[in-house]
């Protein structure tokens, strides 16, 4: 019997990307890959499956054999033949009573169902191996750290200078002008910090030069902000990071530059100059231009142009490549507004621009992460052809605040207009989570980002419900991506908006009860995600979602992890052969309780909590 309810996910056949289901991550052209299913033994009786693939849009079929049968799970393995670069497959499952069932990324379904959400293999060149066990730490520079020698820098002309413990101004010009004077050499001053988290990637905010504390209004992409420290200290941070063990990625402005930078100088008012095709113009004389959403200060980029390619992201000699050669050496690019680059009106050079730059970051080190923001739905530019994962807020972010916020929340962060965040139940944020995710190819969900916040939205202490910063921050290291600390949330900061969030880091403050056990209680949950590599590229398996309590199992053929999440007290019952070894399982995170019988296990949480067990691997039959 199919499962009735969100309680009964346990009950679902399964597949996802991970090793135990999919026979190589790394799969070329006119290869056979081989695809499995599991069909847990509550689903019913079924007597023959099939890969179902679509190549150049044309189904075929490959039928599945039988491997064999472990804890109450049947197992089958087909063999596709890989014939696109993004290859599409679902399974048709044939059951006992003769009807039929699809499996595809979303789910199981009584009904045919689209090829967006199909499974997919994808051969483009990977992202790097140590994308999949990374735990990101995002710094605005001007907020972060404050060395001795930015005393001795002069504040330019459009700052208004800042004491380090004055409240940020929320208003404008205040707003993108206060000016704290963090530099580079203060991040290198706290590294030590970041390791005692456990962080593994270092991912700077905007570090050239612009007229603003935030500086994606780019004067130049040749040089770093001497506020900052200039090339040096970029050298000295990168360097002092490696040597700890940490990578290091920038952030590019791929869709507009500042309107002080020499490109748009020399363009602005001048039809002749070079440069006038690197920009939207709105007039013959070149006065009024395109922008990012409308800020002047912001003039969009015109992709069309063969020379800004060469300068900005073409071979050896572009921004991108600089940067990542030796002596700076970055480990990568973030890109903002990745999803506006190179769209304008019916222009739609997207796909061109981002394949352009991977191609020269593969030219000058392949192994390097390029990460897009898209901020909405970004399945469609996110097949696995340039960028490795998304700095999106769907799948994750948001259905995250719906069900962990405090009723009634007033926000203007939800892709909606300024009102309260939408309240979700379990079963809501898990729907959510789920159909946003199924775009994405398994391995561009390996990469995409978990945030609870970033730099542009509020601080989700600010609403979050009694007791759930655990909950959703363990939500963040356990499920499929990328987990990201915002500096300053593991200090407990809060902010009503993006600007009011990047609080100057209260060094002052770790020795504080409160402030020393949330960093301890973040320290403790990335320690979690880096030591366990089930964590790290392992199945994901949905066992059990209702209003309050949600259950899930990541698991190789080595190990799993248990994970409960509630944001309140309840208690669930999972039927005997749900998990190899759950009587044997050992807590690693967490309060609440696993009682094994021989009827099954439950699983009893006294409120908010977030607990995570270690069980045994997974053992697939060899057929």
């Known amino acids: 019997m199919r499962p009735q309810s969100y309680a009964e996910l346990y009950a679902e056949p399964h597949h996802d990307g991970s090793p135990l289901y999919v026979s190589t991550q790394t799969p070329a052209l006119g290869d ?281 992201i073409e071979g050896p000699d572009s921004v991108v490549a600089h940067w990542l050669e030796p002596p700076y050496s970055l480990d990568g690019w973030r890109i903002d507004v990745a999803n506006m680059t190179g769209r304008m009106l019916g222009d739609d050079l997207n796909a061109e621009v981002r394949q352009t730059i991977r191609r020269t970051m593969i030219d000058v080190n392949p192994d390097t992460i390029l990460l897009g923001e898209s901020t909405n739905d970004a399945a469609s530019d996110f097949q696995g052809d340039a960028w490795h994962g998304a700095m999106t807020y769907t799948h994750f972010t948001r259905p995250l605040w719906g069900w962990l916020s405090k009723p009634n929340s007033p926000s203007s962060f939800f892709g909606l207009p300024y009102g309260t965040i939408p309240q979700y139940t379990g079963p809501q944020f898990f729907e959510a989570h789920r159909r946003f ?55 407990g900061l809060m902010g009503d908006d993006g600007e009011h969030s990047r609080t100057p880091m209260p060094w002052a403050s770790t020795g504080e009860p409160a402030v020393a056990e949330t960093i301890d209680l973040y320290a403790a949950l990335i320690h979690l995600r880096t030591g366990h590599p089930a964590l790290n590229g392992g199945s994901m398996r949905w066992l059990h979602v209702d209003d309050d309590v949600l259950v899930f199992v990541r698991e190789t053929a080595d190990e799993s992890v248990l994970v409960l999440a509630a944001r309140a007290s309840g208690a669930v019952s999972l039927p005997a052969g749900t998990l190899a070894g759950a009587v044997a399982a050992a807590r690693l995170i967490g309060d609440a309780e696993l009682i094994g019988a021989a009827a099954g296990i439950r699983l009893e949480a006294p409120g908010p909590s977030f607990t995570a067990w270690a069980l045994p691997g997974v053992l697939v039959p060899v057929g």
Request: proline residues 7%; glycine residues 8%.
């Open 32 to 312: 056979r890959v081989r695809v499995r299913v599991r069909v847990p033994r509550q689903f019913g009786t079924v007597v023959a499956v099939y890969a179902r693939s679509n190549p150049d849009r044309e189904p075929r079929f490959s039928p599945a054999r039988l491997l064999g049968t472990v804890d109450d799970a049947q197992w089958w393995e087909a063999e596709v033949l890989v014939e696109n670069p993004v290859h599409g497959y679902r399974f048709l499952l044939t059951l006992g009573d003769g009807g039929h069932a699809w499996l595809n990324a979303s789910g199981v379904h009584s009904i045919e169902t689209l090829d967006s959400e199909d499974f997919k293999l994808v051969t483009y060149a990977p992202p790097p191996e140590w994308a999949r066990s990374t735990v990101m730490y995002q710094v605005f520079p001007d907020r972060f750290g404050r060395s001795a020698a930015a005393d001795e820098r002069e504040a330019p002309a459009w700052a208004i200078p800042a004491d380090w413990s004055d409240d940020v101004d929320r208003d404008q010009p205040g707003r993108s002008h206060q000016f704290f004077g963090g530099d580079l050499d203060g991040v290198i001053e706290h590294l030590d910090h970041l390791i005692r988290l456990g962080v593994t990637l270092l991912y700077l905010t905007p570090v050239f030069p612009g007229a603003s504390n935030h500086r994606y209004d780019a004067a130049s992409f040749t040089e770093v902000d001497p506020l900052l420290g200039g090339n040096e200290a970029l050298v000295r941070l990168v360097g002092a990071a490696h040597a700890r063990g940490l990578r290091v990625i920038g952030d590019l402005t791929t869709n507009h530059s500042g309107d002080r930078h020499e490109w748009f100088r020399a363009a602005h008012r001048t039809p002749k100059a070079p440069e006038s095709a690197f920009y939207y113009w709105l007039d013959d004389e070149q006065q009024d231009y395109a922008s990012w959403l409308g800020a002047r200060s912001l003039p969009k980029f015109n992709w069309a142009s063969a020379e800004l390619r060469r300068r900005f």
């Open 437 to 491: 995710a199924a775009g994405f190819p398994w391995r561009t969900r390996l990469a995409t980002m978990n945030a609870l916040d970033t730099h542009d939205t509020p601080r989700f202490r600010t609403h979050a419900l009694y007791g759930t910063v655990p909950v959703a921050f363990g939500l963040s290291v356990t499920l499929p991506g990328i987990p990201v600390v915002f500096a300053g949330d593991e200090f």
